[in-house]
């Protein structure tokens, strides 16, 4: 499946692709977007940066709907890594960056948490619908502070 220029689409998880970009030479992640998220699209392209995962492209589908495209962050999740307290305050750096832009995670679970190979956590896959972030914070200091594995809480 094709996207444009993003060449050979494959399914990864939930509504999110990995497609090649051609004339970049890189990997890309692609999402469609809800009906009506044309506001949180341009907030969330402003937001990317060190802590957050960037948006670079936005498209329409030969089937009409929307679509964005975002950097594939390179690292491992949480989720592999497992709760590390010393993670705790960079997470909460990288929400502050995405809030201070008028934005909500909606989907923060160790998953959507990447420790990069230079050692930044990133924050990944943002959502347009979700629970509140507060609410996912706390459930994830919960997890911190349990030591066990996500699975398990």
């Not at 940066?49 to 089937?63: C, F």
Request: net charge negative.
């Amino acid at each position: 499946m094709n996207f444009g220029r993003y060449q050979d689409a494959k399914w990864m998880k939930g509504d999110f692709f990995l497609a090649d970009d051609p004339l970049l030479d890189r990997k890309v992640m692609i999402q469609f977007a809800p009906e009506g998220s044309f506001e949180w699209t341009r907030r969330l392209a402003s937001a990317g940066g060190p802590l957050i995962q960037r948006l670079l492209d936005v498209g329409l589908a030969p089937d009409g709907r929307n679509y964005i495209i975002r950097e594939v962050v390179e690292g491992r999740t949480l989720e592999d890594i497992g709760p590390d307290p010393g993670l705790l305050d960079p997470l909460r750096a990288a929400l502050a960056q995405l809030h201070q832009h008028g934005l909500q995670h909606r989907d923060l679970q160790p998953s959507n948490i990447v420790l990069t190979p230079e050692g930044v956590v990133r924050l990944t896959n943002m959502r347009y619908q979700g629970r509140e972030d507060q609410e996912a914070l706390e459930e994830l200091e919960a997890w911190f502070a349990s030591g066990r594995h996500w699975t398990d809480r």
